[in-house]
Every structure is written in C-alpha cells, then in structure tokens.
C-alpha cells in the first residue's frame, strides 16, 4: 500500500460525508458515522446514485447486494475503505 492509498483512506470519512452533503444541500455538520440513510431521507434511488459518485470518486465498485446491507454513514466509509483496500493490494 502506497502513501496515496493511506491519504485515500483516510480521506474517505471525511469525503463521503462531504459529497452526501452537498448531493443534499445540507450542512456536512449534521453528517456522522452513526446517521442513517433514513435520517438523511434517502431513497433506494438516491442512494444509488450516491454509491456510483462514490465509486467514481475512489475508483472501486460497490456490488448492489452490498449497498443493500449498508445503512448508514460510518458502514459505508468502513466498506469502502476495504474496496480500496483490495483494489490498491490488487494493482501492486
């Protein structure tokens, strides 16, 4: 894993909860690990158009029964930072 693959990672939380927040125009404040897709009033097709910005943003795929299991903040930062993970151990 390379030093740009660590920024990546840590960078996620912090990126997620600002594309979230400016996808629904609110204050990136209100967002945490803990909020809910429901808090956040997000329908099934929000929130898949929110996973593919998501994954054009890390450059990873989130599988749709995945997306299925995740339903909030803190879940999604965790299985994307496995993808990217996985995606930076598989172009080594």
Do not use: W
Not at 21 to 46: G, H, K, V
Not at 52 to 73: A, S, W
Request: charged residues 30%.
């Amino acid at each position: 894993m390379n030093i740009s693959t660590i920024n990546n990672i840590d960078a996620i939380d912090d990126t997620v909860i600002s594309e979230i927040a400016e996808y629904l125009s609110i204050d990136p404040q209100l967002i945490n690990a803990e909020t809910t897709f429901r808090d956040l009033e997000l329908d099934s097709l929000a929130l898949i158009d929110m996973a593919f910005r998501l994954e054009d943003q890390f450059g990873v795929r989130i599988d749709d029964n995945d997306l299925k299991e995740i339903d909030n903040i803190g879940k999604l930062t965790r299985h994307l930072k496995q993808l990217v993970c996985l995606n930076s151990s598989e172009s080594s």
